[in-house]
């Protein structure tokens, strides 16, 4: 067919076209989203198919290859052999790795839970110190003391005298948090949820939608500027603090403020960014989770405890310190609760050299490593026939709780990354899919009296 030049073509052949190129973009972006998609869904069939009944077969390792095309290749393992292997006697041939940090760097920056070498090195020595000051315990069981009369008793009391409902583990997971971290939490999470996403995603597809500006790492772009945005806030607040106030705080950011890196200069505003963002999300997320399991045995051991006191003034129960270190059963229910549902289910490091692991697996140099905790506290040869059931008593020994080898019970880390008392480490953190519904009724005075006597 030909076309007559001195034909005037119609505004209708222009909208055409118009309107084929946007359904030709609009079905570009949807097929990305399509690939995300199979994508988590190859790897969520992935996990199920290899849980804990695969580990147990292949005496708790084994290695998994995925596509050609895709990041997804690496051992798997839950023998604590292997653990203590990759964090204790060859910790540093098994660092982070350059993929982690690749994934997770937009986010957490060169903060602790990301950074390897020396960087980590002086971030730990730094907060290690820091953790195990007197000044920082004091400030830390008056700040406790604080957010649980002042804030969750008072939501606690409101939700019991009105018979309603509430969602418990979104309550103390901002109970974790004080106001100005509120603030920011909506893009904390959801930055985080992106982030993960890179893990089960080819290397080239996310670095692409990043280049281009699409999908999820679109998303991820607005979320950590808005982060960004409220860490700025925070080092700019705690700056001005520091200005005019000679009393020093004891908490990680004011540490860092007051302290110099290795050329004896202060250390960057974005090196401050990475310790805030980094640690407000550990704190805030795993801590919080552990806290939603209770057990009704735990009530009598607290009132074990109050029984030995002479008075308790003006109504208020708070407990010492040195009160809770006899609380066994309540440190064995945590225990076994962490031991079932870890707050982090896996995690990983990549080798830097190649190295054979004590039950015989080769390793070669940028292999990743995932080792599963989830799958370790459903290995019967590591916690016996017993091992899918709740049963703090494990942990007890004539009534006084006894710990288990980090390296078996995996939820804080061991080694040299052995999690300080804060918190443990961030990364893929574990909720209760929806969450804790909770009616809450007063105990009748009659029934504790039965616990008193």
Not at 102 to 124: C, I, K, M, P, Y
Not at 214 to 237: M, N, P, R
Request: with cysteine; aromatic share 10%; net charge neutral.
């Amino acid at each position: 067919m030909t076309i007559n030049p001195n034909t005037n073509l119609n505004s209708s052949d222009n909208d055409d076209n118009f309107a084929g190129i946007f359904v030709s973009r609009w079905l570009f972006f949807l097929h990305l989203h399509i690939v995300e998609l199979i994508l988590a869904l190859i790897v969520f069939i992935a996990i199920h198919y290899l849980r804990q009944k695969r580990l147990c077969q292949q005496n708790g390792t084994f290695l998994f290859i995925g596509p050609w095309f895709s990041s997804l290749s690496f051992v798997v393992t839950a023998d604590p052999r292997n653990l203590e292997h990759v964090f204790k006697t060859k910790f540093s041939v098994y660092p982070k790795g350059p993929s982690f940090r690749e994934n997770v760097g937009d986010l957490l920056g060169d903060g602790l839970f990301s950074a390897d070498d020396e960087t980590w090195r002086r971030q730990r020595k730094a907060a290690s110190t820091e953790f195990h000051s007197a000044k920082f315990r004091r400030l830390t069981t008056e700040s406790s003391v604080e957010l649980v009369h002042a804030r969750l008793l008072s939501v606690l009391e409101n939700a019991t005298n009105k018979s309603i409902p509430i969602e418990l583990q979104d309550i103390l997971l901002r109970l974790t948090l004080n106001n100005i971290c509120i603030i920011a939490l909506g893009a904390l999470e959801d930055a985080t949820e992106v982030t993960a996403l890179r893990f089960v995603t080819p290397t080239w597809v996310w670095k692409t939608m990043k280049c281009l500006d699409l999908g999820s790492e679109k998303k991820l772009k607005k979320l950590i500027k808005d982060v960004d945005e409220f860490a700025k806030k925070v080092i700019e607040t705690r700056k001005k603090e520091l200005s005019v106030s000679l009393r020093q705080g004891s908490d990680l950011l004011t540490v860092f403020m007051a302290s110099k890196d290795e050329e004896g200069k202060p250390f960057s505003d974005k090196f401050l960014r990475d310790i805030c963002v980094n640690f407000i999300l550990a704190s805030r997320d795993t801590s919080a989770v552990a806290l939603s399991w209770v057990e009704e045995k735990i009530v009598a051991e607290i009132s074990g405890i109050v029984k030995e006191r002479e008075e308790i003034k003006n109504g208020e129960l708070i407990f010492k310190a040195e009160e809770i270190k006899k609380m066994d059963y309540l440190q064995a229910a945590l225990s076994e609760a962490l031991r079932l549902y870890p707050s982090v289910p896996v995690d990983l490091k990549e080798v830097v050299e190649d190295d054979v692991l004590p039950d015989g697996t080769v390793i070669k140099t940028g292999t990743k490593v995932i080792y599963a905790i989830y799958a370790m506290g459903r290995i019967e040869s590591i916690w016996r026939k017993d091992c899918r059931e709740y049963k703090p008593e494990r942990w007890l020994r004539d009534g006084n709780y006894m710990s288990e080898s980090a390296y078996k019970f995996f939820t804080f880390n061991s080694g040299p990354r052995l999690c300080h008392p804060v918190a443990p480490k961030i990364a893929l953190t574990m909720y209760m899919k929806y969450g804790l519904m909770v009616n809450l009724i007063n105990r009748h005075e009659s029934g504790l009296h039965e616990y008193l006597k």
